[in-house]
């Protein structure tokens, strides 16, 4: 059983490096401004954290396993090209529910690098999967996999940035078809040569 001031303590920390994530640049951040954001000294902030990354890696961490649990669940398998747009199905409903700050960690130029991470660590997760669900080596289990979450992450935060500037039923749609057949499939969807 966690004692309830370290599960106080952490909460204040995370709560602390959300808002001032917000407010500058990862590599601006110091242990004192999160200290004092959460009232805690820096001794305290040790204690729980080898360092700020170490604490944003717990972002990193948490966002990944959720994404993991979303992609992976049952019934209605997890399988993309068994089951056109569930992926996208999945992972659209996490961003219209997920709290501001994911998505921030997800979409943010600043914060890239924990978007990177958060990629690495889903792609990790589900490529012993794909390496068993489809007969791969284990090479092409990760580059396969890679493709997938990376595209896919990618895709999203264009869209959820506004960058695309089209209706969610059309990036599903080019979503999904990029995924099940790539560049030659898109090409014929949307009329391209």
């Known amino acids: 059983m966690t004692?309830?001031?370290?599960?106080?303590?952490?909460?204040?920390?995370?709560?602390a490096f959300r808002k001032l994530a917000q407010?500058?640049?990862?590599?601006?951040?110091?242990v004192?401004?999160?200290?004092?954001?959460?009232?805690?000294n820096r001794k305290t902030f040790y204690l729980h954290f080898d360092s700020i990354d170490d604490l944003a890696d717990?972002?990193?961490?948490?966002?990944?396993?959720?994404?993991?649990?979303?992609l992976l669940r049952e019934p209605a398998n997890h399988d993309p090209f068994q089951h056109p747009g569930v992926w996208f199905d999945r992972?659209?409903?996490?961003?219209?529910e997920a709290p501001t700050f994911y998505t921030f960690i997800l979409t943010s130029d600043d914060y890239s690098f924990l978007s990177r991470r958060v990629k690495h660590r889903v792609a990790a997760g589900l490529a012993a999967d794909f390496q068993q669900d489809y007969q791969l080596?284990?090479?092409?289990?990760?580059?396969?996999?890679?493709?997938?979450?990376?595209?896919?992450l990618t895709l999203f935060r264009l869209y959820?940035?506004?960058q695309l500037g089209i209706s969610k039923a059309e990036f599903r749609q080019r979503m999904v078809t990029l995924n099940l057949k790539g560049m030659q499939g898109f090409l014929a969807l949307t009329g391209g040569k």
């Open 137 to 152: 080596s284990a090479t092409d289990a990760k580059l396969g996999v890679n493709f997938l979450i990376d595209s896919t």
């Open 3 to 15: 004692d309830r001031r370290v599960v106080r303590t952490n909460q204040a920390l995370r709560a």
């Open 160 to 162: 959820i940035t506004k």
């Open 32 to 40: 004192q401004q999160l200290t004092a954001e959460a009232n805690i």
């Open 58 to 70: 717990s972002f990193t961490a948490e966002i990944a396993d959720q994404l993991l649990g979303l």
């Open 23 to 30: 407010q500058y640049r990862f590599r601006e951040i110091t």
């Open 91 to 96: 992972l659209s409903a996490y961003f219209d």
